[in-house]
């Protein structure tokens, strides 16, 4: 705790948002995929031991917990039992499950009261499974939450929680869902006013939906955070992998805000457009963690498309051997450069003749051409030795 | 292909000869004539020559004149043995067998079969006999000089090439094997890969190929699914995009109808300022108003108190003049009234005189009335009579009119009974043409029904020949049980592993005996029989290919298996699983392999094939007797039909109806319905014709009747009336006959004359009582008297009223002293001036407010204006419940459709999407391009491989050069094969220059390089006699070296070039197995005539 002495601290909060559980990466090859979703439950373990480290007081999950309001049973049993098998916890530090627009509070969704979701829960996780929840922490303290109960709506969710009466002295959370309206290039869902949480008398407004960790207006005198997604789900996520734990001082309305990073998996993109960026890629080696989206914009020559090949493989990885990189995302757009004739010294003559074959052709149909003669440059690399690779010639 | 076991029997010289080959080098020795070449020659005329032809002349034993009969075992490819026997000459026999293991053969082919399989198998350029421009004699070509050459022609080969060859097949053998082996490895690895690249993508008709392992596959069906997703999403989007712009665009209208409810608000509120500020001015304008009518009213009241004042003065002075004037009436009236008095007593005498009078006329307007009565029955009678003619005439126009039409109506019957006639007889014909058709019908499905008879026969014997056939199938399955297909199946998978596991041990096994002392040894390889190789002393090497047994008798024996422990086991395991379930099922079926039991199955199969066959025909016909007893059942209500017309047509003659007929012509079907159609039509006109003619008799029948009625009631008027003048007459002038009673014109004059003279006597007497009357009476003092008294009564009447209104003006001028007094009190009271100026406030403060609502200043707003607005407001507040009520919807619809998470879902949809299409493009070019390598890598290797000559010339060119060390260059071959020459001393030479010796060396090279391309076997016939012992020694070498891929067969007299001492058999022995080479002593083997 920095500059916190714990006796000093009123009230401790773990506010988390946007696990997404159950979400789906077309756009990633199968394992990864599988690997990208499976994260997103594992992350559970992590922010469940900083709730225990931090001997928080509770857990707000601010909603969009799962990918669908009835994201299948695996989703919502393997949450289950991660709370249920969690070692430790005391009863008395509750944990609140916020419905958001993603999984909305419907008849068909894990939080309706008869699902077997909720017998499946601990007594200590409470769902927030009605408009105008409340919930005291303490004589101090006390929650107020708003579920989401469609997957959009226009509704200030944060308006609708009580205002604060005369003589209230408690410390007074917020929790709910949805988007500030300051967000530029977004059509609000479930618009939050800036003020909301003044106008409510509140002292903390626990939110989600954006999957980066963001402080709304950090000067207001009540802040609202978003804690942001605990694992990235795209790469345009810039800060996210956090969760927030918020101290209450004694006799301090303001609180601490303390970000900690608990996701495993970090999103960049890189951009290589020579060979020489490629290889200072393939020379790091702290991308095992790393979602890495890699565009090949370069002009390569037959000996150099070897090489980005193989750097390509090293960092993907094949079927027999782990790659450097996590998980990658390759886009190609190399063009090829044939003009270097070197590989076909000691070529048989029936294989130079297929050589100037192809590059005839290449004048009418440049791409099959130039892939047929990359093809023949692996074929015959791989059978005759490696060659060295021949630099592109450059003008 | 190499030779496996030669048998010869009276061919030329040799009575019989059993040779089998080793599989490499064999070296089959003897003197000269003892028939070696016999053997070469026996080979190629099995191989080449049909059984029939003369050229085998040559062949006949020379001792018996025996048929030549040959036989030659041949492996052609991995466990493919075809065995051909030939016996030439007049009683020839050819037939063809297979084995796949070298042992059990069946034949395949006989006759004229075996050559035409044998030519196609061996593909060396001879095609097949019998068709045009087959060979005749013993046929040649070029691979048969090169495999097969006689011993005189070993450089024939040089002056053939392949495109003398009457037969493209060898060509095209040496063009695929050499296109094959001439291939550079490191280019047939390409091919092989880019092959196998093209193979996974492409169909072999070059599609793209649909499989599931194909590289499309995976992402074209993960596209599909992508953008099958994508769709559905887009239209959730789209709806989803649609609520948005509704919403936004209800938002602003939300705003608009908002502003305009404000609007109308703020008029309506304007209005309603105007109002109440108009109602106020209202007000006190009324009290203004009311207070000036008061000091109005209060100064009219005084004047009213004046004038009363005055009038009442006025009717004081008249009513003493009417007390005056009616005090002068009353004497005016007495006297009066005693003139009246004596008048009364004279008129009492006058009014008898005038009761005279009225008594007298009253006599006198009796007359008057009877003579009216009489001259009005006279002109009754007058009017009757006329009235009776009038109508006799009518009566007797309408009986000529209805004469006429009763006669019309009976020319219309006749009309109408002709046509009716004409109806009948054409619906006759027509019922009879039809009866004809149906008639034809009914012949024709008589026949059918026959037909139907004949095709139930047929298809009942199809039937029991079916059935007899699949009898016959069940009893011979029964005797002789086929597996099943299970079973078959099983049994090929058995086969295929026992044959795996045996090719698993036929890796080669050589084993060196080195005896210590001479030790008896008998061998037996691969399962064949066993040889005895004698007492050997010195280490002998014997092989074999997967198995071999050795034995020293006495002492033990050896068993020798290729392969490794687990092929053995498996080859073990493989061999009791057929002992075990192979073989009992092949028992039963009563064969002894499976291609026997293919062959049960195959006729089998036939058999049932004939049955399905005849079951079609079966069905066939069923469905064509099915189709007839239909079309027959079909024909039943028309047999019906038939018969109800028959029986119609009963009542006609038919010989009239076919005159008819025939009048009609050929189209009398279509004619005769016109022609019915067109009675029927004049018929209905006609019968509608006489309708009207009746309903038009029956008309005049009625009014004829009505006419005589008439006619009867004016005689009985006439009557009547001329009865009453006769009792009339009778009563005047009783006694008097009835001739002489008067006419009604007598009575009508009599009458008006007696009227003339009552009305004259009326008069007068009138004219008498009216003088009495006024003789009775004295107008004047009537006259006098009523006057008086009128002026008595009016002049009272004046003064009542006079005194009346003196009252009334009395009463007024107090009422008006009252009202007069009270105005000026209530008028002393008001302000008016407080009042003006209030109004005048209000009005300018209402002209502001006009102002101000862009009224023109002097419109009065009025309660329509107010009402106006009141709804305005009324409207716009509906309006904007309604749009809210809309935005309301349109939210409601998007908490449905998703919202954010939906953009989400189609963002990642889409990314995923062109991801995929960008795959697919990739994946595309990607075996594209494989395709387009390969394509260039095989015309690449075509244009080569098209010049045979240049995958030869290489081969044989660096051999000789090393047999004649570097004394020779490349040999120069054509496309096909033909020889141009040799390279040699920096030139190219013609082969004619070379020595005998060097050119039967090259020819050798040469064919061997072409039999190690071929994969086959060579026959070296005694062709390197002229080689000299260095030359010699880099031959025998090389044919080792080549033996270990070709068999070679060398037929020599002088052992010695080929073999080495320790290779030659001993003594008496037939032959002698070393490393892969083969000594046969033909002295032992060939039987002489």
């Known amino acids: ?395 | 292909m190499r030779l496996v076991r030669l048998s010869v029997e009276h061919f030329g010289c040799v009575q019989r000869a059993d040779v089998e080959f080793g599989n490499q080098l064999n070296v089959l020795y003897g003197p000269n004539d003892l028939g070696k070449s016999s053997l070469a020659a026996a080979i190629r005329a099995v191989l080449l020559l049909q059984p029939g032809s003369s050229a085998h002349e040559p062949y006949v034993s020379w001792q018996s004149g025996d048929a030549p009969e040959v036989v030659l075992t041949v492996e052609t490819e991995r466990h493919h043995y075809w065995r051909v026997h030939k016996r030439f000459g007049n009683k020839a026999v050819s037939t063809l067998h297979f084995s796949s293991n070298g042992r059990d053969f069946h034949c395949e082919f006989k006759g004229r079969q075996v050559d035409s399989e044998l030519r196609k198998q061996l593909g060396w350029g001879i095609p097949e006999p019998g068709g045009r421009g087959g060979p005749r004699g013993f046929p040649t070509s070029f691979l048969t000089a090169a495999l097969l050459a006689e011993q005189g022609e070993v450089a024939d080969l040089f002056d053939r090439k392949l495109a003398d060859d009457p037969d493209p097949s060898g060509k095209k053998l040496l063009a695929d094997v050499l296109q094959a082996t001439a291939r550079d490895p490191l280019f047939g690895s390409i091919v092989k890969a880019t092959q196998s690249k093209v193979d996974d993508a492409f169909t072999p008709t070059g599609k793209r190929s649909r499989a599931r392992t194909s590289p499309f596959y995976g992402v074209a069906q993960e596209l599909k699914k992508t953008a099958s997703e994508l769709d559905q999403l887009e239209i959730e989007a789209q709806k989803n995009r649609h609520i948005d712009q509704q919403i936004t665009a209800l938002n602003q209208q939300l705003l608009n109808q908002e502003a305009a409810r404000e609007r109308a608000r703020q008029t309506l509120a304007g209005i309603e300022a105007m109002v109440a500020k108009q109602s106020e001015l209202d007000r006190v304008r009324g009290e203004l108003g009311r207070a000036e009518e008061l000091i109005r009213q209060s100064e009219e009241a005084q004047r009213a108190q004046q004038e009363q004042f005055e009038r009442s003065d006025q009717l004081k002075a008249h009513r003493d003049r009417c007390q005056e004037e009616l005090d002068q009436a009353r004497t005016a009236l007495t006297r009066a009234e005693e003139r009246i008095e004596q008048l009364r007593r004279d008129q009492r005498e006058q009014e008898h005189r005038i009761r005279q009078c009225d008594l007298d006329r009253a006599e006198l307007e009796h007359r008057r009335r009877d003579a009216d009565d009489r001259a009005e029955l006279a002109r009754q009678v007058d009017t009757a009579g006329r009235e009776h003619d009038r109508i006799a005439a009518e009566l007797a126009a309408l009986d000529t009119e209805l004469a006429d039409r009763q006669g019309q109506l009976a020319d219309h019957r006749t009309t109408l009974e002709q046509l009716q006639a004409e109806r009948d007889l054409l619906q006759a014909v027509d019922k009879w043409l039809r009866w004809r058709d149906l008639r034809d019908q009914l012949d024709k499905a008589d026949q059918a029904a026959i037909e139907l008879v004949q095709l139930f026969t047929e298809i009942e014997e199809l039937s029991t020949k079916a059935d007899e056939l699949a009898e016959e199938i069940e009893v011979e399955v029964a005797a002789q049980p086929l597996p099943s297909a299970g079973e078959m199946a099983r049994l090929r998978d058995i086969d295929g592993q026992l044959r795996v596991a045996r090719a698993a041990l036929d890796v080669g096994i050589s084993v060196t005996i080195e005896p210590v002392n001479s030790v008896r040894v008998e061998v037996a390889c691969d399962g064949e029989e066993t040889v005895d190789l004698g007492d050997i002393r010195e280490p002998r090497t014997v092989a074999a290919g997967r198995e071999m047994r050795l034995t020293l008798p006495n002492l033990a024996t050896m068993r020798v298996a290729g392969g490794s422990g687990d092929a053995n086991s498996r080859y073990r395991a493989a061999v009791d699983s057929w002992a075990e379930s192979a073989e009992p099922i092949l028992s039963a079926a009563g064969v002894s392999s499976l291609d026997q039991l293919d062959r049960l199955f195959e006729q089998a199969s036939e058999r049932v094939g004939e049955i399905e066959e005849l079951r079609r025909q079966v069905e066939l016909l069923e469905e064509q007797a099915e189709s007839k007893r239909q079309a027959l059942i079909a024909v039943q209500p028309l047999r019906h039909r038939a018969n109800a017309l028959e029986d119609e047509l009963s009542a006609h003659d038919l010989d009239q109806l076919d005159a008819r007929v025939a009048e009609l012509g050929e189209s009398a079907a279509s004619a005769v319905g016109d022609r019915i159609a067109a009675v029927q039509r004049d018929l209905d006109a006609a019968e509608k014709h006489t309708l009207h003619l009746q309903l038009d008799l029956a008309a005049q029948t009625q009014r004829r009747a009505s006419t005589g009625e008439t006619l009867e009631r004016a005689l009985e008027r006439r009557e009547k009336a001329d009865r009453a003048i006769a009792r009339l007459a009778a009563s005047e002038s009783s006694g008097v006959g009835p001739d002489a009673l008067p006419s009604w014109q007598t009575v009508l004059q009599d009458a008006e004359e007696a009227m003339v003279d009552c009305e004259r006597r009326l008069a007068e007497l009138d004219e008498q009582r009216r003088a009495l009357v006024e003789g009775a009476s004295d107008a004047a003092a009537r006259a006098e008297l009523e006057a008086a008294r009128e002026r008595a009564i009016e002049a009272e009447k004046a003064l009542h009223h006079a005194v009346a209104e003196l009252e009334k003006a009395r009463d007024e001028l107090s009422r008006r002293n009252y009202d007069a007094e009270t105005k000026i009190q209530a008028v002393e009271t008001i302000e008016v001036e407080p009042l003006r100026a209030r109004v005048n406030a209000l009005a300018g403060e209402l002209d502001e407010l006009r102002a101000a609502h862009g009224g023109d200043g002097a419109a009065v707003a009025s309660e329509a204006d107010l009402e106006n607005a009141r709804a305005l407001v009324g409207r716009a507040g509906a309006e904007v419940r309604e749009v809210e009520k809309q935005l309301d919807q349109a939210r409601g619809a998007l908490r449905e459709t998703g919202g954010e998470r939906l953009r989400e879902k189609l963002d990642d949809l889409h990314a995923r999407h062109r991801q995929l299409q960008h795959k697919e493009q990739d994946v595309e070019l990607d075996y594209r391009a494989w395709k387009l390598l390969l394509d260039a890598l095989l015309e690449a290797e075509k244009e080569q491989a098209v010049h045979l000559g240049r995958s030869m010339a290489g081969p044989v060119a660096d051999r000789f050069r090393e047999l004649t060390s570097d004394r020779y260059g490349g040999l120069d071959l054509g496309p096909d094969l033909e020889t141009h020459g040799i390279f040699a001393g920096g030139g190219q030479r013609r082969i004619s220059v070379l020595s005998v010796g060097t050119k039967e060396q090259l020819s050798t090279i040469f064919r061997l390089s072409l039999a190690e391309r071929l994969g086959s076997a060579v026959l070296l016939d005694d062709q390197l006699t002229q080689t000299d012992p260095r030359r010699m020694d880099w031959f025998r070498r090389k044919l080792r070296e080549i033996s270990q891929h070709i068999q070679i067969i060398v037929l020599t007299c002088r052992a010695g070039d080929y073999l080495i001492d320790d290779e030659l058999p001993r003594d008496r022995a037939k032959l002698k197995e070393g490393a892969g080479v083969r000594a046969i002593q033909l002295e032992n083997v060939i039987s002489r005539t």
């Open chain 1, 1 to 395: 705790m920095t500059g916190v002495e714990e006796q000093d601290v009123a009230l401790k909060l773990l506010h988390t948002a946007d696990w997404h559980l159950g979400k789906r990466f077309p756009s990633f090859d199968e394992l990864d995929q599988k690997l990208l979703t499976r994260a997103r439950l594992e992350v559970i373990d992590s922010i469940l031991g900083q709730a225990q480290r931090h001997t928080v007081h509770a857990v707000l999950c601010a909603g969009d917990l799962f990918e669908d309001p009835d994201p299948g049973r695996e989703w919502w049993e393997g949450l289950a039992r991660r709370f249920s098998t969690v070692a430790d916890w005391p009863e008395t530090r509750p944990v609140f499950l916020l419905p958001g627009n993603h999984d909305p509070l419907t008849r068909k969704s894990v939080y309706w009261p008869e699902h077997p979701f909720r017998r499946a829960l601990p007594p200590w996780v409470h769902v927030v499974d009605r408009a105008g929840f409340e919930y005291p922490l303490s004589a101090e303290a006390v929650v107020y939450a708003e579920p989401c109960q469609s997957a959009a709506g226009q509704d200030d969710l944060a308006l609708a929680l009580p205002d604060r009466e005369p003589g209230d002295e408690r410390i007074r959370i917020g929790l709910v869902h949805g988007q500030t309206t300051d967000i530029p290039g977004h059509q609000s869902n479930f618009p939050i006013a800036r003020d909301a949480a003044q106008r409510r008398g509140l002292d903390y407004l626990a939110i989600g939906d954006t999957h980066s960790y963001r402080r709304v207006s950090p000067d207001a005198h009540v802040p609202v955070v978003y804690p942001g997604a605990p694992e990235a789900t795209a790469f345009d996520e810039s800060d996210a992998g956090h969760v927030v734990v918020v101290f209450f001082r004694r006799g301090r309305r303001r609180p601490h805000i303390k970000p900690i990073r608990v996701g495993r998996w970090q999103w960049e993109e890189h951009v290589c457009r020579d060979l020489d960026a490629l290889r200072q890629l393939a020379a790091r080696q702290d991308l095992k963690q790393r979602v890495v989206r890699l565009h090949l914009d370069l002009d390569a020559t037959l000996g150099e498309k070897a090489e980005i090949d193989r750097l390509e493989r090293e960092l993907k990885g094949t079927d027999a051997s782990p790659g450097q990189v996590g998980v990658l995302v390759v886009e190609r757009d190399i063009r090829l450069d044939t003009s270097d004739d070197n590989w076909l010294d000691g070529l048989p003559d029936i294989l130079v003749s297929v050589v100037k074959r192809l590059k005839a052709i290449e004048r009418d149909d440049p791409d099959t051409a130039r892939r047929a003669l990359a093809h023949l440059h692996t074929l015959v690399r791989s059978r005759s030795g490696a060659p060295a690779v021949t630099s592109r010639k450059r003008t």
